[in-house]
């Protein structure tokens, strides 16, 4: 079964600067990647995704991921955090036949003024 | 284009109660999903509907677990009796088409589930 690990539980940035969340993911074949975001009290909302092609995916709020086959990883990046971008991000993988998403466990943002 | 919808946001029951969850998605939308989300977890499915059939409820407890989705539209999830591991925020998501993995799921604010 495919599982997705989230290493990083809280992460604090200074706005202004760049952000990496990581994400990697078990699974025997190509996966379909996902990140979302959600802020306290919504819903989560999808940023970006990957499929297939290009392994560079920009994605909404100038977020992007890359996905790396080799190291089984899709981490989401953003070169200048906003004090906006405070929120809970989840990594999540689905397979190919089935169309549940499986989640990672989240990691919290907060942003330094 | 108003979202999903759900109520209530909040509720706090004693374990054994019973408890029910409403959730209106975007119009439009063919298929739904019930996700439980307890605290420092991610998302996990619980049922997802295509119109008014079952299409995947594996993770659904279903000796205190239920939900419809009668004409299609609107759907409510029950738990009875409830238990303290219960405590958890509950998601709907809609999504247009077949609910495949390219159909983007737009998620509601959720209800927050105090079991005590």
């Known amino acids: 079964a495919q599982s997705v690990t989230q290493p990083d539980i809280h992460i604090t940035v200074s706005e202004g600067a760049s952000l990496e969340l990581r994400c990697n993911y078990s699974?025997?074949?190509?996966?379909?990647l996902f990140w979302y975001v959600q802020s306290p009290g919504q819903g989560l909302q999808l940023l970006l995704k990957?499929?297939?092609?290009?392994?560079l995916v920009q994605g909404i709020k100038g977020f992007e991921a890359e996905f790396k086959r080799s190291q089984s990883s899709f981490n989401l990046r953003k070169p200048s955090v906003h004090w906006s971008d405070a929120a809970e991000y989840f990594c999540?993988?689905?397979?190919?036949?089935?169309?549940?998403?499986?989640f990672g466990s989240g990691t919290r943002l907060q942003v330094q003024p | 284009e108003a979202g999903v919808a759900q109520s209530p946001r909040y509720k706090i029951i004693e374990k054994r109660q019973s408890v029910a969850f409403w959730c209106n998605p975007i119009?439009?939308?063919?298929?739904l999903y019930w996700y439980q989300q307890i605290l420092g977890q991610g998302p996990k499915l619980l049922i997802q509907?295509?119109?008014?059939?079952?299409?995947?409820d594996s993770q659904l407890p279903k000796d205190r677990f239920s939900a419809e989705r009668l004409k299609g539209v609107d759907s409510t999830l029950k738990i009875q009796p409830a238990k303290l591991e219960d405590s958890a925020v509950y998601l709907c998501?809609?999504?247009?088409?077949?609910?495949?993995?390219?159909?983007?799921?737009?998620f509601g604010p959720g209800t927050r589930l105090t079991v005590l």
């Open positions: 699974y025997g074949a190509t996966p379909y």
């Open positions: 119009s439009g939308h063919a298929t």
């Open positions: 998501a809609s999504s247009l088409g077949q609910g495949t993995l390219y159909n983007e799921q737009f």
């Open positions: 509907f295509q119109n008014n059939g079952v299409v995947d």
């Open positions: 990957y499929f297939s092609g290009d392994t």
């Open positions: 999540a993988v689905g397979v190919e036949g089935r169309r549940a998403l499986t």
